[in-house]
């Protein structure tokens, strides 16, 4: 991945641990790297960061604003809290909208128990959603011959988006509209089979966090995700340069 | 896919194309130049239609799925012609609390429209404004560009009845 810096070392502290980072690595990086956990949605090792997903904010001493991880990168004397009663707050308020916003209904969805989002709020201990449900009408792609689009259960992360433009090159996949109108859409905005510049790699379907992209009949439960293709790809692409 | 992007020929021979093709060749054929290329197309055609669309990703070597999103992120763009007559109705604090959501649905209701949209016989176009800066004469509305400041129910109803049959009457001349 392209870095905008030169390596150099940093001393830092994360939650009160004194650590070593390279001025590249942002604190997300570093502190998984030190077994320190900080939920993500958004983030995809291998692809870049965009900090949609605000699951990743740490405090900062110094600032009173919340910055995302994935998007900070390690600097000298930096004291980083990843783990806070007021951090935890937002998180659950992230979790919540997102919720909200369409139609997660656990129960029937085909990555139920494999599903990062249903992961994420049982870690962080969410029993019920403090918002009003906006239950939008949303279509099922199903016009692709492997795989199935449902709006219903898309958070918006773009990881099918960025691995369609980086990985595989096609950019089949991108956002339309705006605000709560946001689609993921392939070409312009067509069904999904008759998307050309799609080559039916899948990568999409493998890294969407959610059921929102699954391969053709799965039941309920029963869509697990293959994720060993992405680090894969990277080392063999670093050693043929 | 063609690799040389200024030999894409355009969807037509509208001569229009061809101011579309100067922005796009002062922008060096560049991706970066898609956003004033998709401007020099509504500018010219007053919408942008998926031909246009595909012609604009063809030439600059975008994906598709990347103009799609730039065409319906920014408000200025249009996918769809504008009707022949515009109803901008402001949905601003004041006006929403002086009874613009009432007067809006009434108006959808009447010409079986959502805000955004245009009639079927294109006659005329439902639009929506953030606020118009005219709080003082809430609820505020425009028809085709004359301002309408504390409308009620029944002048609304009929400035648009006007606007609309206004057309009815050009055209049957027109046809006849």
Request: some cysteine; aromatic content about 6%; hydrophobic content about 40%.
């Amino acid at each position: 991945m392209k870095r905008p810096f030169k390596t150099r070392v940093k001393t830092l502290t994360i939650d009160g641990m004194a650590v070593g980072a390279r001025e590249d690595e942002t604190i997300l990086e570093l502190a998984q790297a030190n077994g320190i956990f900080i939920p993500t949605l958004c983030h995809l090792e291998g692809v870049h960061d965009i900090g949609a997903c605000r699951l990743c904010l740490v405090e900062i001493k110094g600032t009173s604003k919340l910055l995302p991880a994935c998007m900070t990168y390690a600097e000298e004397g930096m004291e980083v809290i990843t783990d806070s009663e007021r951090l935890l707050t937002y998180r659950r308020q992230v979790l919540d909208l997102l919720f909200s916003e369409r139609n997660h209904v656990c129960a029937v969805c085909v990555s139920n128990g494999h599903c990062e989002l249903q992961w994420l709020a049982e870690k962080l201990g969410i029993s019920h959603v403090g918002v009003p449900y906006l239950y939008p009408q949303l279509a099922v792609d199903a016009s692709h011959s492997f795989y199935v689009l449902d709006h219903n259960r898309c958070i918006l992360c773009t990881r099918c988006v960025r691995v369609c433009d980086e990985i595989e090159g096609a950019h089949t996949w991108d956002v339309m509209g705006r605000g709560v109108e946001c689609r993921v859409i392939s070409d312009l905005n067509q069904p999904w089979g008759t998307a050309d510049s799609c080559t039916r790699c899948g990568k999409c379907v493998q890294v969407c966090p959610t059921g929102a992209l699954f391969s053709k009949g799965k039941a309920v439960a029963e869509m697990t995700k293959k994720r060993e293709f992405l680090p894969y790809l990277q080392l063999m692409r670093e050693g043929r340069k | 896919m063609p690799l040389r992007n200024e030999k894409v020929e355009p969807p037509s021979d509208d001569k229009r194309w061809r101011i579309v093709q100067a922005t796009m060749q002062r922008n060096g054929f560049e991706r970066d130049g898609l956003i004033e290329t998709l401007h020099t197309v509504q500018e010219s055609f007053g919408y942008l239609d998926d031909d246009s669309l595909r012609y604009v990703a063809a030439s600059l070597n975008a994906p598709l799925s990347q103009v799609y999103g730039v065409s319906t992120f920014y408000h200025l763009f249009s996918l769809k012609p504008a009707g022949r007559h515009a109803c901008v109705v402001c949905l601003g604090t004041a006006c929403y609390i002086k009874g613009m959501p009432a007067l809006l649905k009434e108006i959808e209701k009447r010409y079986g429209i959502k805000a955004g949209e245009t009639t079927a016989d294109g006659h005329l176009s439902l639009l929506t404004a953030r606020c118009l800066g005219a709080c003082g004469l809430a609820p505020v509305a425009v028809f085709d560009g004359n301002i309408a400041g504390k409308l009620d129910m029944a002048e609304a109803l009929n400035r648009l009845q006007e606007m609309t049959t206004v057309a009815t009457e050009v055209e049957s001349v027109r046809e006849a």
